[in-house]
């Protein structure tokens, strides 16, 4: 097999060199012309899989995404050429946590504040969204969750809405990056409830977009 990947995706070419030939390529130069003989196409974020790059592809058999996102990839487009795709849900929870975490830390220090008096929002309670709530508990801050998504489909827990959510001590965004659609997340935190936050609260945004 001739396998396209990017080449910011660690290891990939001991990885995957036992099952063929691996072309490392920059992820942001990927073109239609890569992938005349690839049979396999292993992205990040940073390439767009659409009409475009795939329009002289007849061997592409296989696109994964080291994402968590797939906003990148026209995944109707693969579906109707019967081509699989496959993301990475989860990967890198345990990093956003760690990042989360870190800044909850140094913020105060930097401020003084006592962590374990506040509360935090969690907006978006996924994969990374849990990953740094249960870190913020462990240091016994009192943790509100809000994804109307995952609260409708009856999902264990408590949920608030995103209007309490945004009354929170410190609010953590980890939502995934939709313009359009009920659930759209671009602009979620727009002008108007930039305008509402008190000062001193704490934003942090740890989503895709």
Same mark, same amino acid.
Not at 34 to 63: H, I, M
Not at 118 to 141: D, H, P, Q, R
């Given at each position: ?9 660690p290891h990939?070419v ?8 691996v072309v490392?390529l920059?992820g942001?130069?990927?073109k239609? %012309?890569d992938?005349? /003989? =690839?049979?396999?196409l292993l &992205? ?10 795939? !329009?002289?592809c ?11 996102g797939t ?5 109707g ?7 699989p795709?496959?993301s990475?849900?989860?990967c890198n929870?345990?990093s956003?946590?760690?990042y989360?975490?870190?800044a909850l830390?140094?913020l ?24 740094v %709530?249960?870190?913020a /508990? =462990?240091l016994?801050?009192? &943790?509100?969750?809000c ?7 009856? !999902?264990?827990?408590d949920f608030?809405d995103?209007r ?13 990056y ?9 602009h979620l935190?727009g ?5 509402e936050?008190?000062?001193g ?9």
């Amino acid at each position: 097999m001739k396998i396209v990947v990017d080449e910011n995706m660690p290891h990939a070419v001991e990885l995957f060199a036992e099952f063929g030939e691996v072309v490392p390529l920059p992820g942001r130069e990927i073109k239609a %012309a890569d992938l005349q /003989e =690839a049979d396999v196409l292993l &992205v990040r974020s940073v390439t767009r899989v659409n009409e475009a790059l795939l !329009a002289s592809c007849p061997r592409l058999g296989f696109v994964g995404t080291a994402t968590i996102g797939t906003d990148h990839i026209d995944q109707g487009l693969l579906a109707a050429r019967g081509i699989p795709f496959f993301s990475a849900p989860g990967c890198n929870k345990v990093s956003v946590g760690d990042y989360v975490l870190s800044a909850l830390l140094v913020l105060a220090e930097r401020h003084e504040l006592t962590l374990s008096e506040m509360n935090l929002a969690v907006i978006g309670a996924g994969n990374t969204g849990e990953s740094v %709530a249960g870190k913020a /508990e =462990a240091l016994g801050m009192k &943790v509100l969750r809000c994804d109307p998504p995952l609260a409708r489909s009856g !999902a264990a827990g408590d949920f608030v809405d995103y209007r309490t959510a945004l009354d929170a001590d410190i609010v953590s965004f980890h939502v995934p990056y939709l313009r359009e659609g009920e659930e759209a997340t671009f602009h979620l935190l727009g002008a108007e409830e930039i305008a509402e936050r008190p000062a001193g609260q704490i934003l942090i945004n740890a989503s895709r977009g």
